[in-house]
Structures are given as C-alpha cells and as structure tokens.
C-alpha cells in the first residue's frame, strides 16, 4: 500500500483534472497555456528566486534553532532542488525527503541523532509555513463571512460533503482515542511531546518566531503575487483584495496530498474560489493553470542543482625513485635525528 500510495495521489488529481475538463470543456487549459509569454517566464523567475530565499532563510532559522549547522549557500541550492522534484515526482514531497537526507548525512557525521533532527526540521519548517497561510486564510474569513455561504451555492453537493466530512472526522477521532490508549499509542504521545519541545525551541523561542513568521509572511507573499500575476494574466483587472480569498483558497488546496506539484486541487479550488467571488469558474481555472506553469518555470534553477559537482581530488606527493627518499624522512622513520642535526 505504502508503494501504491504516491500513484494513487496521482490517479487522485488526474481524476480531478479530467472532472474540471468535462465540466468547463479543455479550452480554458490551451487558452491559458497560450497566454504565458516571455515577459511572464522572467517573472516568475525572479518572483520564484525571492520567494526560495525567503522559504531556504526559514529552513536555516530552523535548523539552527536545534542545533544543526546549515549555510546560505547550501539551504538555497537544496531549497531549489526540493521544489523541482516536488514538481515532478508523484509523491509531492520527494523533494523535501531528499534535502532533509541531504542534510541529515552531515549533521549525522558532525553530532550523535543529527539525522533525525534534520529530518524534523524540515518538516518544522514546512509546517510553519503552512501554520501562516491558514493563519492569514482564516484571517480573511473572518473578514469575508460571506464567501462561505457564496462557495456553498456553487456546490449542489455541500449539504452531503459536510456531513460526509462531519462522519470522517468522527470516526478519525475515534480511531485517534483507540490508537492512545494501547501501548503504541502512548509511545507515540511520548514521541509527540519530544516533537513538541523541540518545537518550541525551534519555532516558538524568543528569538526564533519573528524570524520564522517573517520569512514565512515573505514565502507567502510572494507565492500570492505569482498568483496575481497568472490572474492578470488570464484576463482579470479585479483589485488584489477581492482575488485574495480565492488565491488563499487554491494555495490552501496544493497543500492537500493528490496529484503532482498541486495539480488537480488547486484548480478545482480557484474554480470554486472565483465563482464565490463573482469572476467566474472559467477564470479561476485559466489563472490556475498559468500559475502552475509559472510554478515549475520558477522551480528549473533547481535543475542546476541536481547536477552532481565533481569535487577535485586531492593531489598525491609523487613517489621518489628508489634510494633517493631524503636523509631527514628516512631519519625521522628510523626514531633518530639526521646526521649533523645533534647538538
């Protein structure tokens, strides 16, 4: 199951594209690809390279918070790489593994359970930012209440999905109170309190959270403005505060585990997210499809990185002919001063 798992994720997000094009017809994808030019691929370049040194500045904070050494140079490059093959590979999060293995190989060698801290702080990491961006998306919410009523009105279905939702989550908590009360379970808790104070080291500290809140305020910045960027792109002047909600809503929906490099969910979701707000389903979607291109166009300075650098090799001494080794090292083997060096 383990092994079928990231192809699933895939079937998942084909079956929710495949949805989108009987729904809304294949003639928003072409026309949204034939949208992107040049003017639009140097932006997303360096909306993309921003973005990356805010995320790889978080990581570093991170690390350092429990006690892992990581330069600049390193965090970006291995930042680069992680989103390429994010991009790419059918797990979503392959990216992530490889850097946090990368990095664990050497904290390992430098200070004992070094790999398993660095397999943490990555996912600390990825965690604050998503901490921020349902921070900020709820925050907006809040702001706009009727943006749930509008989004209920574009699904017939969400009476059914809400309660279908209320039953998982029902049963999830069931399972959750089973699971911590055998033994297994409360090795877990165990785990999850030591996960909990490093944490707090490592997020929560005085002089750690406004660096990893920033950073992550920064990352997601600049995610929202390649998103208005597609927007404008596929054909929409509306202020950024009313594309706000929706953008929020499809990047909020990449972060679910279906498809590959956030396709199928984040469609779907600015689909729904600009009909709620009155610009039309077919927009939505020519702004989600550009966005991905510009996406993996923002992710090929990665590429760079998965080429492996040959590292020079150290330089031998040359061997000396037979018999012409020098007095002191020949000296020096036998435990004796050379002659004429003695007091």
């Known amino acids: 199951m383990r092994a079928f798992w990231p192809w699933l994720r895939v079937l998942l997000g084909a079956a929710v594209l495949a ?6 017809g294949a003639e928003p994808f072409v026309r949204a690809v034939g949208m992107i030019g040049a003017p639009a691929l140097a932006a997303a370049l360096g909306i993309g390279a921003v973005t990356t040194l805010a995320a790889a500045g978080r990581w570093m904070v991170v690390a350092r918070g429990m006690g892992l050494r990581l330069d600049a140079v390193r965090a970006v490059a291995d930042y680069y790489r992680a989103l390429v093959l994010n991009a790419v590979l059918p797990a979503g999060v392959l990216g992530d593994v490889h850097r946090a293995y990368e990095h664990g190989r050497t904290s390992a060698a430098e200070r004992a359970g070094g790999a398993g801290r660095a397999v943490r702080a990555v996912v600390l990491e990825r965690a604050a930012g998503q901490a921020v961006l349902i921070s900020v998306a ?35 908590g069931a399972c959750a109170v089973w699971l911590l009360r055998s033994e297994r379970g409360r090795r877990l808790l165990r785990r999850a309190r ?41 054909g929409t002047d509306a202020p950024v505060a009313e594309l706000l909600p929706p953008l929020l809503l499809a990047l909020l929906a990449m972060s679910l585990p279906i498809g590959v ?26 702004a989600a499809v550009v966005y991905g291109v510009l996406a993996l166009v923002a992710s090929v300075p990665g590429v760079i990185a998965l080429v492996p650098l040959k590292r020079p090799r150290p330089r031998r001494a040359a061997a000396a002919p037979p018999g012409s080794e020098p007095a002191a090292g020949e000296a020096a083997r036998r435990g004796r001063a050379p002659t004429g060096a003695r007091a």
């Open 138 to 172: 709820a925050a907006v919410l809040v702001l706009r209440p009727d943006l749930l009523a509008a989004a209920a009105r574009t699904l017939p279905s969400a009476p059914s999905a809400v309660a279908s939702a209320g039953l998982v989550l029902a049963a999830g």
């Open 261 to 286: 490099g956030g396709w199928g969910p984040r469609e779907s979701a600015a689909a729904l997210g600009f009909a709620a707000v009155g610009l039309g389903a077919e927009l939505g979607l020519r």
């Open 194 to 234: 030591a996960w909990a104070a490093e944490a707090r080291a490592a997020l929560l500290h005085r002089g750690q959270w406004p660096a990893v809140a920033g950073l992550s305020a920064a990352a997601l910045a600049g995610h929202l403005s390649l998103f208005v960027v597609a927007a404008r792109i596929a």
């Open 19 to 24: 949805l989108l094009v009987r729904t809304l």
